[in-house]
Nanobody, 117 residues
Framework: HVQLVESGGGSVQAGGSLRLSCSVS?????LAWFRQVPGKEREGVAA???????DYAGSVAGRFTVSKDHAKNTLYLQMNSLKPEDTGMYFC???????????????WGQGTQVTVS
């Protein structure tokens, strides 16, 4: 059984940085970060495979870095040069890679709010 618990959200000024964490329990193939803004569709932000291969949405490439500490079983999202449009609820998710790509993973965390002003 997969369980995901996010932490690390908060409020920051534009240009600042935040690091999100997601504690992962259970076996996972792929992990990803999504974000949601009220009134907009949920957006995939970054993903990482078991092999370590990473992928990013164009809007965050070069500013965000996804990584996993296998010893701590924790997924991270380092967010730099934050912009107001990065504001949203950020969720970590886990499943087979194709389901993450399709935006329909089975396992979700509860979310953590990021506000950039």
């Amino acid at each position: 059984h997969v369980q995901l618990v996010e932490s690390g959200g908060g409020s920051v000024q534009a240009g600042g940085s935040l690091r999100l964490s997601c504690s992962v329990s259970g076996d996972t193939y792929c992990l990803a970060w999504f974000r949601q803004v009220p009134g907009k569709e949920r957006e995939g932000v970054a993903a990482i495979r078991k092999t370590g291969y990473t992928d990013y949405a164009g809007s965050v490439a070069g500013r965000f870095t996804v990584s996993k500490d296998h010893a701590k079983n924790t997924l991270y999202l380092q967010m730099n040069s934050l912009k107001p449009e990065d504001t949203g609820m950020y969720f970590c998710a886990a499943d087979f890679c194709n389901l993450l790509v399709a935006g329909v993973p089975s396992h979700w965390g509860q979310g953590t709010q990021v506000t950039v002003s």
